[in-house]
């Protein structure tokens, strides 16, 4: 059993900053891509950011230069830390990840969300 457990997202006035966790647990042999996504209300899910295993990252044109992610591939967590945050950032954020749990099986994972809302 593979798990992904997101924490720090909250309430936070525009301008502020608020750092997310993903810590993947259970049987993993490796992890491969990770990613952030997002989710409002009637939306569909949007990639927000994403990096491999060596640390190649790529972002949503709408996040560039205000959000930053990261791993820390000895604990098997992910980061997304987000600066200059607007009211339109606001939504559930969701961490996903492509991990090889055996030899012959790599699998997609989804954590349960965090809502992170930012007030005008």
């Known amino acids: 059993q593979v798990q992904l457990v997101e924490s720090g997202g909250g309430l936070v006035q525009a301008g502020g900053s608020l750092r997310l966790s993903c810590a993947a647990s259970?049987?993993?042999?490796?992890?491969?891509?990770m990613r952030w996504y997002r989710q409002v209300p009637g939306k569909q899910r949007e990639l927000v950011a994403g990096?491999?295993?060596?640390?190649?990252?790529n972002y949503a044109d709408s996040v560039k230069g205000r959000f930053t992610i990261s791993r820390d591939n000895a604990k098997n967590t992910l980061y997304l830390q987000m600066n200059s945050l607007k009211p339109e950032d606001t939504a559930v954020y969701y961490c996903?990840?492509?991990?090889?749990?055996?030899?012959?099986?790599?699998?997609?994972?989804w954590g349960q969300g965090t809502q992170v809302t930012v007030s005008s």
């Open positions: 996903n990840a492509e991990i090889t749990v055996t030899r012959t099986a790599t699998n997609n994972y």
């Open positions: 259970g049987r993993i042999i490796s992890i491969n891509v």
């Open positions: 990096i491999t295993s060596g640390g190649s990252t």
